[in-house]
């Protein structure tokens, strides 16, 4: 082996110890010191901020859920709807529609959303918000925007056989304004939202 | 509080947060840089390397030791992924393809964190946490070393000696990287992300419907993933999922974390060259075009959206309700100007303007403020390049900080600057010319044109985010893409480091009355109009094609 070839094989074992040390160093102890101060400063939600409803875990309130009737596409008029997913609402396939901006189809997908939002709801179509007509990044968005909410409040009353001033006074109490009065943007989260219309319909 | 109120609001904190760590964390890094002493962990680290970190390297020497210590990195990590279902932690999940493998593995070495695979459904934990997270950090500390070498040959005279390898990669990954990323990661924790290494979870849903939740060491990597600059989500849906990114106080924090050490640089280069002015000039030119950047997305998302956006009344597509469209418009600027590529909203579906605008944040060499490292390097050559032509107006021999622009050195910087363009429209036109490009859109139209370019642009310029309905997942973009981000990545490194090799051999020229004054605002002027200029005069055709039709159509 000449010198050149030996010191070339030197670097390159020197290059993979280097590897090696610093792969212990960022990816077995600092993931594992991170873990244990998560664990023992924030349980909750270092595992997930999980719900319980009816003594089990029914979800995290940061991933969204979708509300359909059980083994359809059909939303269930009983539960204040999320916005449309691109997935259902499955975690394990998370991600957008990815369709531009001026997208024919996209055009279509948020005429008939909107189409559809106003005739479940019982309102004109004008009165849909933004977010009701289209998807989110996630497809897992656990939010929707206040005015989505609010026009869900007549038909979830109804079906609950609750008053409006209650349910819309529900919808009230989950209104969440932006993070520190000025980071992100105003949200009402629909498992939490429904998680007390349950415990106000079992009364 | 109206939208646009906030909005300000949201960007002046970000603007005072970064102002104020600009200072001390630029000066902490050029110590760090310039320290004789090494802590015990340290030594013991270079003893198990091999490596004498108090010998100095030439420019040669050092490149060597960049390409060796990358050329592992890929290796282990492509074994990493080709091996997943034998190891453990795998989550079940199969071994990745040969060319997918090839792909990821060049993608996280070169710092771009292009992702053609869907952490969710692919990757297990060893994989990500072991190999995607590791090289995170190294390749960050690359970056930075890179960059420090590229200053210490300004700083240095008669010399041809650049530093140590080894001492800067060890010191920017333990000094700097991983304490920032652990005080993030521990935020980012309390707002919200989850940490931890239980598998998936299947719950029952108040409605009676079966749901899987995940788990991971997210926060952990969505610290270092931001902080370095590196983009690749734990998870498909990227700082869009909640997990990583769970409200908006995560957000910002996450936005800081991109730009922090980019924005901080240009004080270590102003502290080791002995004039703080001379970084104030430099910062100056990248915080210029970024808030411009800002500034033009955010409006053009509330102002001209695209038909199917004015339609459903904003620009919500492919955006979280928590984040709404400033939010997101500001991340998005963020993240392609530092060549991070994580997103928290999905780019495909910005209008047709704004995605022009993030594509030219990219086009422009990712130096305002660009990756860690990288940015100031590219913003660097940049300024030499600037230096050059504005010398040539006023007939003086350009010299930068002291130092001769001449032949040689303008060879280098112009070969910089030729790298990635040729990569971005070579990738472009082959994929176009061979039905590659056509086969893997979503959209059609001069937006699936717009895919493409945006995927070969975001490879070649090691950013990583993507015009996501684009299909990656193929054995030609696989591999083309894999070659863009590696040639992308270390083609410009050998020419930095020639070029600070270069400098640092030369005896440095006293300043007189006909030097350009480079700590000055006039010279952030010429700079910035020089970066329009270089980046318009090679991208417009292919912008004019993809974006700019597409967003005058609407």
Known sequence: ?203 | MSPILADVLQVSALVAALALVHRPLGDYMAGVYAGKRHSRVERWIYRAVGADPDAQMRWPAYLRAVLAFSLAGVLFLYLLQRLQDRLPLSLGFAAISPDQAFNTAASFVANTNWQSYSGESAMGQLAQTGGLAVQNFVSAAVGMAVAVALIRGFARARTGELGNFWADLVRGTLRILLPMAAVAAVLLVACGAIQNFSGTQSVTTVTGQTQHLTGGAVASQEAIKDLGTNGGGYYNANSAHPFENPNGISNLLEIFLLLVIPFAMPRTFGRMVGSVRQGYAVVAAMAGIWLAGVVAVTWLEAAHPGTAAQLAGGAMEGKEQRFGEGASSLFAVSTTMTSTGSVNSFHDSFGGLSGGVLLSGMMIGEIAPGGVGSGLYGMLVMAVVAVFIAGLMVGRTPEYLGKKIGPREMKLAACYILVTPALVLTGTALAMATGNGESSMTNTGPHGFSEVLYAYTSASHNNGSAFAGFSANTGFHNTALGLCMLLGRFLPVVFVLALAGSLAGQRPVPASAGTLRTDKPLFTGVLVACIAIVAGLTFFPSLALGPLAEGLAA
């Open chain 1, 1 to 203: 082996m000449n010198t050149s070839a030996r010191s070339t094989a030197r670097l390159l074992f020197s290059a993979l110890r280097a590897l090696l040390v610093l792969t212990v160093v960022t990816g077995v102890i600092y993931p594992l010191v991170i873990t244990g101060v998560a664990q023992s400063a924030f349980p909750d939600r270092a595992n997930g901020s999980k719900v319980e409803h009816e003594g089990r875990e029914a979800g995290s309130e940061l991933i969204g859920q979708s509300w359909n009737i059980k083994g359809t596409d059909k939303p269930d008029p009983r539960w204040f709807q999320p916005r449309p997913s691109n997935s259902a609402y499955d975690p394990l396939a998370t991600g957008p529609s990815n369709l531009g901006a001026s997208d024919a189809t996209l055009v279509k997908t948020v005429k008939e959303a909107r189409q559809q939002a106003a005739s479940f709801n019982g309102v004109p179509p004008s009165a849909v918000p933004k977010d009701a007509v289209t998807g989110s990044g996630s497809a897992i968005d656990p939010h929707i925007s206040p005015a989505y909410a609010e026009i869900q409040v007549d038909r979830v009353a109804k079906e609950n056989g609750l008053s409006e001033r209650q349910v819309a006074n529900l919808v009230k109490d989950h209104e969440k304004g932006r993070d520190l009065g000025f980071l992100g943007n105003e949200k009402v989260n629909v498992l939490e939202l429904n998680l007390s219309l349950a415990r106000l319909a079992d009364n």
